[in-house]
């Protein structure tokens, strides 16, 4: 399986910004998927998670009620609705699947930088 994340990019304060990452062939039918963000000199962490049924979700705290994770079967893509993004999240962002058995993420994509400036 391949992921390729694309949407990113330079915005101010305030800017939303649509991530995607469309997947090589169908994996949304076990494992959840999720989205991971390293933020300049820093390490990787979740930011948000969806479930297969597609409504159970997770976000970080840091971006709840701001961003929104879904996805697309049909077009085997997941999304990352960033709302009035700040300072802080500039990051480089990654989309993450999983073929394992205890649905550990195994499969990642090459990440999209968001960069939020003024």
């Known amino acids: 399986v391949q992921l390729m994340e694309s949407g990113g990019g330079s915005v101010q304060p305030g800017k939303s910004l649509k991530l995607s990452c469309a997947a090589s062939?169908?994996?949304?039918?076990?494992?959840?998927m999720g989205w991971y963000r390293r933020p300049p000199g820093k390490e990787l962490d979740l930011i948000s998670y969806?479930?297969?049924?597609?409504?159970?979700?997770y976000y970080a705290d840091s971006v709840k009620g701001r961003f929104t994770i879904s996805q697309d079967n049909a077009k085997n893509t997941l999304y990352l609705q960033m709302n009035s993004l700040k300072l802080e999240n500039t990051a480089m962002y990654y989309c993450?699947?999983?073929?394992?058995?205890?649905?550990?993420?195994?499969?990642w994509g090459q990440g999209t930088q968001v960069t939020v400036s003024s």
């Open positions: 993450a699947a999983s073929s394992t058995k205890s649905c550990i993420y195994n499969y």
């Open positions: 062939k169908p994996i949304f039918d076990r494992c959840g």
């Open positions: 969806i479930g297969t049924d597609g409504r159970s979700t």
